[in-house]
């Protein structure tokens, strides 16, 4: 019933999509960061526009481990690490460019390679992107380049904010900007098409076991029949968008974007304060809400931002809308997490 409820969002993105779909058929795809959140549920989406759509996707899936699968048709594994120079000869029709360190633990400890893989992997990818003149590079950015002092919220593409260069933590945002940069230059100097989606603050039932996201370890202790531990009043709100939205986002930009162009991927009926963000999940799987302190390396990975409020209707003039408003978004997060928890030790799942 639970993956039923999986095809029914995938149907659900087809027909918002509608014919933009057709763009995809018979093309090539590299998509990295397929074993993350975003990149897991997008895989799972093209296998299934393969099998019941006949859209003779080539898909290569780069990622550092085997990703959860309902499908494996058509799928060319790549096992790589972004934060080294990367070479492939192949004349892809899009890149997706989802990989990244987006751990804040992963931020305290180790800064360093979390700049490499934002870095080092942007620039090998557009490097690819520069020799195939057709291929159109879409970068997956963060709501967290925007920093803080912005004097207008929500915020819009083209507002800036700062960010303090002398934390550690900063190597997310601050890397984020320069792959930003990257994409812009490469557009600029060899007329690559590039777009960049800034995203909000994105769940699903896919998340990583390693995760150290406020969601995930939310979704992580519901599933478990545990309480939901919150480590200060969670009072700052955010812009929480379903993964499924997500992915109709990002296809919408792939797809429709003038290139060189940016877009926030935000849902404007899922704006929440922490608090009532892990409320909602606690109230759905049936467990309570307590208070912990943050140890000291949980509190150098947190953002020091408060509210984080995107304006997404630069993307909603490109056809684009969300479907799952919070209460719908979670509660199928979490009938999805159930079932996963079922298959987590089946390497091929087909349902």
């Not at 549920?41 to 099998?51: K, M």
């Amino acid at each position: 019933m639970s993956f039923r409820l999986l095809f029914n969002e995938y149907e659900d993105i087809s027909k918002l999509l509608d014919s933009k779909l057709d763009l995809l058929k018979n093309s090539s795809i590299l998509l990295t960061g397929a074993s993350g959140l975003i990149g897991t549920y997008l895989l799972n989406y093209l296998c299934f526009l393969n099998e019941t759509r006949k859209f003779n996707l080539s898909i290569y899936a780069l990622s550092r481990s085997y990703p959860k699968l309902i499908s494996n048709q058509k799928i060319h594994f790549l096992s790589y690490d972004l934060s080294k120079p990367f070479f492939i000869d192949i004349n892809f029709n899009f890149i997706i460019h989802a990989a990244s360190n987006a751990n804040p633990i992963a931020f305290a400890n180790n800064p360093v390679d979390t700049m490499k893989v934002n870095l080092l992997g942007t620039l090998s990818l557009l490097d690819l992107a520069k020799k195939y003149k057709n291929t159109k590079f879409l970068y997956i950015s963060t709501s967290e380049i925007y920093g803080h002092d912005i004097k207008s919220k929500p915020f819009k593409e083209e507002d800036l904010g700062l960010v303090d260069t002398k934390l550690a933590r900063s190597c997310y945002p601050e890397s984020k900007r320069a792959a930003e940069s990257l994409c812009m230059s490469y557009k600029a100097q060899f007329d690559t098409l590039v777009n960049v989606a800034r995203l909000s603050y994105i769940y699903g039932a896919s998340i990583t076991v390693s995760s150290s996201k406020a969601d995930a370890q939310f979704l992580r202790n519901a599933l478990d029949s545990k309480d939901i531990v919150l480590k200060s009043k969670g009072m700052q709100k955010r812009s929480y968008c379903y993964v499924a939205d997500c992915i109709s986002a990002l296809l919408t930009i792939l797809l429709q974007g003038k290139s060189g162009e940016v877009y926030n991927v935000a849902n404007k009926d899922s704006i929440s304060s922490v608090f009532d963000y892990a409320k909602t999940l606690a109230t759905i799987a049936g467990v309570g809400i307590r208070y912990e302190l943050p140890s000291d390396m949980e509190s150098k990975g947190y953002s020091k931002e408060q509210d984080l409020i995107l304006d997404a209707t630069k993307l909603t003039k490109l056809g684009w809308r969300p479907l799952f408003n919070i209460n719908e978004g979670l509660s199928h997060t979490f009938a999805l997490g159930k079932a996963f928890i079922k298959l987590r030790d089946t390497k091929d799942v087909n349902v």
